[in-house]
């Protein structure tokens, strides 16, 4: 394999470092650096059905790094910007790493890991990775403040550079036994299940008024980031693609191209595995795991506010459906959505009231990369994604959310109710108690015809649903 060394490395660490790299580990940082173009070379060659598709995407590689040192360079005028440096800095740093302990695991123990069949083949490498950064972050911490330090006295411009300390961290740590350790604890949280699931995950510091049409003259409000005007400027979507890292600024026409100084929710779509948006994966079939792999990111994440999570779960035939009620989309308002006081110190539900929500669920079409089929998914976009919301309420609420999505017919009746549930947002009202009672009988039903999932498992987190709907309808009493 033709490996890469930028001829911007001039400092004498870089040369030094790499000079003592095995031939493996220039092709890590060979492959981290290039990022989705890895993947996307290799698709493009496999899809012109090349004589030696193998042989040439490995030739090509030293091309497409060429391309990227080019392209990858932080301007002179945003640089100048110096107040912003270490905190957009600090976001590429934990993502190269991120993607250079992926690497280390696949390594290693990618037998123990393997991929669930039509799923993102990398997810559960990537939560082996997160669990082991969520128990080296002090140590991550110091050296990651050491190399911005080091890269801001060098005037560095060039994320090959980073990518190189970005290893050089990771060379550090990354020891046999923590590894062990991440994976056997990542394997720990799987409970089984039938259903694709997949999310995604908006932060903010601006909360709602991150958004375009809200966001003008706030920007300053969002120190550091200034709600991520700069996002593409500093190649976050480069860096941050193994979690499908992208702006969403809202602009619907544009909503995955840059829009010149409009900012917007740093999203992780864990669905998309491809720039053009065309393709995607669910995530799991576990709900256990997805529970986890949402939790982990979170605290991965954690210079930005988590803000709201989209859960997409794929539709699958049982026949006849049941015509979901007001008192059903309420129930699930109680459990995912934001019930708090507002400015006058009455409940609501805050998201429809501030008519952040378009819909609050529907339902599209997915391809899938693998056979090319689309599938049909519902996304439950309501939900409000909080960093204090442990895993067992997690796991609770995707199993409430996939139990009824499999039972009701949300295909024909999902916006029916949406002015009611307005209505209800400004002045909640407590739900009767057979209205709750219904509510989890169809989500029972649901999930017990998921015959992978143990019985008892099922049993009590219908229990932990049932206090937590009657914990939340008391507040409306």
């Given at each position: 394999m033709p490996f890469f060394f930028s001829e911007h490395a001039q400092h004498p660490f870089y040369g030094t470092f790499y000079g003592c790299l095995s031939a493996v580990e220039r092709g890590m940082?060979?492959?981290?650096?290039?990022?989705?173009?890895?993947?996307?070379?290799?698709?493009?060659?496999k899809r012109h059905r090349y004589q030696h598709p193998q042989s040439s995407f490995k030739n090509n590689l030293y091309l497409a790094a060429q391309r990227q040192d080019r392209r990858l360079c932080i301007r002179r005028r945003i640089w100048r910007k110096k107040q912003l440096l270490p905190a957009y800095?600090?976001?590429?740093f934990r993502h190269y790493v991120l993607?250079?302990?992926?690497?280390?695991?696949r390594k290693r123990h990618a037998r123990v890991l393997p991929a669930e069949p039509g799923c993102y083949p990398d997810a559960p490498?990537?939560?082996?990775?997160?669990?082991?950064?969520a128990e080296h972050e002090p140590e991550l911490d110091a050296l990651i403040e050491q190399q911005i330090a080091q890269v801001l006295a060098e005037d560095s411009r060039h994320l090959y550079l980073y990518c190189l300390r970005a290893y050089y961290i990771t060379r550090q740590l990354c020891d046999a036994l923590p590894l062990q350790a991440a994976v056997t604890r990542s394997l720990r949280y799987r409970i089984g299940g039938q259903v694709p699931l997949g999310a995604e995950l908006e932060f903010s510091n601006l909360g709602h008024r991150a958004s375009f049409e809200h966001s003008f003259c706030r920007h300053g409000q969002d120190q550091p980031f200034r709600n991520?005007?700069?996002?593409?400027?500093f190649f976050l979507e480069d860096v941050s693609w193994r979690l499908g890292g992208y702006l969403d600024h809202h602009v619907r026409l544009r909503r995955y191209l840059p829009v010149p100084w409009i900012g917007g929710f740093f999203?992780?779509?864990?669905?998309?595995?491809?720039?053009?948006?065309?393709y995607s994966l669910p995530l799991t079939r576990d709900p256990g795991f997805l529970a986890r792999y949402i939790q982990r990111v979170v605290a991965f994440n954690r210079c930005v506010a988590p803000h709201s999570l989209h859960l997409n779960v794929e539709c699958i035939d049982?026949?006849?459906?049941?015509v979901p009620q007001l008192s059903d989309y309420l129930c699930l308002l109680l459990l995912g959505g934001d019930l708090t006081v507002d400015d006058d110190g009455r409940l609501c539900e805050r998201r429809f009231a501030r008519n952040e929500?378009?819909?609050?669920?529907?339902?599209?079409?997915?391809?899938?990369?693998?056979?090319?089929?689309?599938?049909?998914v519902t996304e439950y976009a309501f939900l409000r994604l909080s960093a204090t919301r442990g895993y067992d309420d997690r796991l609770s609420l995707i199993l409430a959310l996939a139990g009824f999505n499999r039972v009701s017919d949300l295909g024909r009746y999902c916006l029916e109710p949406l002015g009611d549930l307005l209505y209800w947002a400004h002045q909640p009202q407590a739900l009767a108690g057979p209205e709750i009672e219904s509510f989890l009988a169809k989500v029972e039903q649901g999930m017990s015809a998921d015959l992978s999932l143990d019985r008892a498992l099922v049993q009590c987190h219908l229990q932990r649903l049932r206090h937590w709907l009657e914990r939340q309808n008391a507040r409306l009493a």
């Open positions: 940082v060979l492959r981290e650096f290039i990022g989705v173009t890895y993947r996307r070379r290799f698709q493009f060659f800095l600090e976001l590429i993607g250079f302990v992926v690497q280390m695991i490498l990537i939560l082996a990775a997160l669990e082991w950064f991520f005007i700069y996002f593409h400027q999203e992780y779509n864990l669905v998309r595995i491809d720039y053009p948006r065309r049982q026949g006849a459906l049941l929500l378009i819909k609050m669920v529907q339902q599209r079409r997915h391809e899938s990369l693998f056979d090319h089929l689309h599938h049909l």
